[in-house]
Every structure is written in C-alpha cells, then in structure tokens.
C-alpha cells in the first residue's frame, strides 16, 4: 500500500523567506507523485506532479519539488514566499497502474508573516 | 464557466435526514470522484467513477449511494444522516482515470448534521 507523510502541519515562514514543506512517500513500485494546494474555502488545485520524468518538477506560482528516491521525498520548496501562497498543501501519491485512487498526506498549513 | 460545480454549498440538516449533493464538470472528462475532508482537513476518496461505471468504492457505510446519470454529473445522496458525516464533500474530475491524471476539484458542499 503507498502512503505519503507530511512533516509538520504547520509551517511558518516570513515573507521572502525559503517555503519549504517536507514529504516523505512509501510505496512499493515507483509512484507518481503530486502537491495540490487548497486556499480557504475553495478546493484543491495542482501544484504540481512527479510522474517519472525529470525529477526536479516546476510547478505553478514558482513552486518546484525534487524527487528523490534514496530519500523517499518529494520535498515542495518556493525561493521567496508571498503573502498569496497562505493555504494549506497536501501531498498525495498515487498508484502506478490502473485507475487512479490518490491517497493523501494530512496536509500542511503554511503561514507567512509579514 | 465554472468547470467542476458543486450545489449545494452550504447543506445543514438533522440527523436521520436524507439528502443529496450533485456536482457537474463541463471538461468532458471520463472520471469523477467523490471525498470527504474532515475537519481536520484529511481528505479520504469516497468513490470513483469512469464512464459512468462504478471503479473505487471505498470502505462507506451504505448509507452513501452515488449515481452517475450521464458523464458530467455524479450525485452523492446520504440516508439517515449521522453526526459524524459532517464534514466537506468534495467533487472532483480527472481526464481518463489514470495514475498520472491531475485531478480538477469543485468548491465543495459543507454538510452541517445537527
């Protein structure tokens, strides 16, 4: 079974600080993996997502994540955090075959301070 | 156009009641999914639909029955409702069901069980 695990579910950072927000995946084939974001009130949208190409992925915003397989992560990390990029995100990991059934990570609330 | 619509937004009810929440997508795409989010924010899949075919039914109490009419519209209705299906529901769409699709998510409808 594949799983993903998001160290610290609340991360804050000062504005034009380094964002960086932790996931670790257990699977036993090579998963696909993706970061979605959630602002409040509103549902998720994609980041991005790993699915066995390049293993640094840029994503929307200036977001970008690296996989990295002898370490199990898929680390999110944004040079600069803004104000806008408040929001919960959660990483999920889905199977490699087959119809897709996402499983996701408790997710992680990023503040950033002014 | 919105492109996955959920209604209702908001849904209060007492226990014991039935209701439904109906969600559409205009993206054309084959799959469509149903989660919950709790209130701790831990999103969990419901069920998955390709093509108007049942794919994903997680372990749910059978007291949630979805129905796909067609491919854009998949309706979750919840019999005799309990406390502990407050929560927000979730609609989402992918492209074809595959592992590496992204998935489109609606705004969700916040289900209030008093």
């Known amino acids: 079974a594949q799983s993903v695990t998001q160290l610290g579910s609340h991360v804050s950072v000062s504005e034009g600080a380094l964002v960086l927000l932790r996931c670790n995946y257990s699977?036993?084939?090579?998963?696909?993996l993706f970061w979605y974001v959630q602002y409040p009130n509103q549902g998720l949208q994609l980041l991005l997502k790993?699915?066995?190409?390049?293993?640094l992925v840029k994503g929307i915003n200036g977001f970008e994540a690296e996989f990295k397989k002898s370490e199990t992560s898929f680390h999110l990390t944004k040079p600069s955090a803004h104000m806008s990029d408040a929001a919960e995100y959660f990483c999920?990991?889905?199977?490699?075959?087959?119809?897709?059934?996402?499983?996701f990570g408790i997710g992680t609330k990023l503040q950033v301070i002014p | 156009d919105t492109a996955v619509s959920q209604t209702p937004k908001y849904l209060v009810t007492q226990m014991g009641n039935d209701k439904s929440i109906k969600c559409e997508q205009n993206l054309g795409h084959d799959t469509m999914y149903w989660y919950k989010q709790d209130s701790k924010k831990f999103l969990k899949i419901m069920f998955s639909?390709?093509?108007?075919?049942?794919?994903i039914n997680e372990t749910v109490p059978n007291r949630f029955s979805p129905k796909s009419p067609d491919k854009a519209h998949l309706n979750l209705h919840i019999n005799s409702l309990e406390l502990g299906d407050s929560a927000v529901y979730f609609c989402?769409?992918?492209?074809?069901?595959?592992?590496?699709?992204?998935?489109?998510f609606g705004p969700g409808t916040r289900l209030t069980v008093l």
């Open positions: 699977s036993s084939v090579p998963p696909y």
């Open positions: 790993y699915t066995s190409a390049a293993t």
């Open positions: 999920a990991v889905t199977n490699s075959g087959g119809y897709q059934k996402v499983t």
């Open positions: 639909y390709n093509n108007k075919e049942l794919i």
């Open positions: 989402a769409t992918g492209t074809s069901g595959a592992s590496t699709d992204t998935q489109y």
